[in-house]
């Protein structure tokens, strides 16, 4: 492994987690190049997810040849090869041999995990999209291959790992058929979780039809094998076409790229708000009570704000509107998990006020707002007892992720 000083890992502190066992729940893969045409078909080999040299002499990963998936190949890391965290927009700039090994390589990931003291990962994917809506870009059968093929190195990624990296399985998102039959295969291949697009409705079927929104009954049968595999379903921030929004509507004209940026990331975190509050109105949880839901990457102290006010706004509503058997923000309580990384300020007090069994601990590494160095959470923690600490650390995700304890 690329050496690391422990001072870029550990800010102002030794141990952060007070030597407890800590899960990780939302790292991210920098994509090896040849994760896909090392395992496609000769058929497929020039047409799936590649790194390619474009006219311009910028290497760019494409799919179908020559759409382009990802430009300048960047690696979605902001660590570089020395273990310093890169700022600002620099890492638009790197590729993935400047960046630390530890992004791509599953030993090198091991090896800091334990440097970092995390017993386990769970990782989620860049090229493809958050939510494989990159996918969608090319025919059905090539964008269905390109889902299993990444699903198949997933599953060699976690058993290469010594089961500590749980990759979350990629859904063929656009046919409820094909994507039942994948999350039962990915299942058998012992991935933990699904992982999904936010918004199908914007997308169109096999049949060339619009698809229903998450809460339409097409899509029961996706929610029965969830619940029956016991499977959590993730909703990563920028999940969709629609939300992944860095540099588009957020900020306002004129604004400096580098902080455009921060604007687009800070509101990327709360729109998670809405993906959250469309599930639990649609009625979706009366339906199918047993789903484990996650709001990945979205942080924790705007979602008591967000129940207070679904509330308010729930009991305005005409009486022959309110259809649901409970409140929405008791759906929050009983389906619900969400995770922070970088909150301090009051965050024991939100932890509790959410519930401390819906709350887990990320870090998001590599990417830009990752938690790097690992500040003092041991003190962030200090007002919840000593169990509560642990359910937050680690005993809350091995039991959504059914992990081993």
């Not at 009625?283 to 924790?300: C, F, P």
């Not at 509330?311 to 305005?316: F, G, K, P, S, T």
Request: hydrophobic share 40%; with cysteine; aromatic share 8%.
């Amino acid at each position: 492994m690329t050496a690391i000083d422990k001072s870029f890992i550990f800010k102002d502190t030794d141990n952060p987690f007070g030597g407890r066992k800590v899960v990780d729940v939302d790292t991210h893969l920098s994509e090896p190049h040849d994760l896909w045409t090392s395992r496609a078909p000769a058929s497929l080999k020039d047409r799936v997810p590649q790194v390619k040299k474009l006219d311009d002499g910028t290497r760019s990963w494409v799919i179908d040849g020559d759409v382009v998936i990802g430009m300048n190949a960047s690696p979605s890391s902001t660590i570089n090869k020395h273990g310093e965290k890169l700022l600002g927009i620099d890492f638009f700039g790197v590729q993935i041999e400047d960046v630390h090994a530890a992004s791509w390589s599953t030993q090198d990931r091991v090896e800091l995990m334990d440097a970092c003291g995390i017993t386990s990962q769970i990782i989620y994917p860049n090229i493809l999209g958050f939510g494989g809506q990159n996918a969608a870009k090319v025919d059905p059968d090539l964008r269905l291959a390109c889902i299993q093929i990444y699903n198949d190195a997933m599953a060699e990624l976690q058993v290469d790992s010594g089961e500590r990296i749980f990759p979350m399985m990629l859904l063929p998102w656009w046919d409820c058929a094909q994507t039942v039959t994948e999350i039962e295969r990915c299942h058998k291949m012992g991935l933990r979780g699904t992982n999904i697009n936010s918004d199908p409705h914007n997308h169109v079927g096999l049949d060339g039809e619009p698809l229903p929104n998450l809460g339409g009954d097409m899509w029961n049968p996706m929610w029965e094998a969830c619940e029956a595999l016991d499977l959590p379903v993730n909703f990563h921030i920028g999940a969709s076409d629609q939300v992944m929004d860095w540099f588009g509507q957020q900020h306002w004209p004129g604004t400096d790229r580098d902080i455009a940026m921060r604007i687009g990331s800070t509101m990327i975190f709360v729109e998670n708000g809405r993906t959250m509050i469309n599930l639990i109105m649609s009625g979706l949880l009366d339906r199918h009570e047993k789903l484990k839901l996650v709001s990945v990457e979205s942080g924790v102290g705007w979602i008591p704000f967000t129940l207070e006010a679904l509330d308010a706004q729930y009991m305005e509503a005409h009486p022959s509107s309110r259809k649901l058997r409970k409140m929405p923000s008791e759906y929050f309580a009983s389906n619900f998990l969400s995770c922070f990384w970088f909150e301090r300020k009051n965050l024991s007090w939100t932890i509790k006020e959410l519930g401390v069994h819906t709350v887990m601990f990320e870090t998001d590494f590599p990417h830009p707002t990752c938690l790097y160095p690992i500040d003092d959470v041991e003190s962030a923690l200090a007002d919840l007892t000593e169990e509560e600490r642990v359910m937050v650390l680690s005993g809350n995700a091995e039991r959504v992720y059914n992990l081993p304890t």
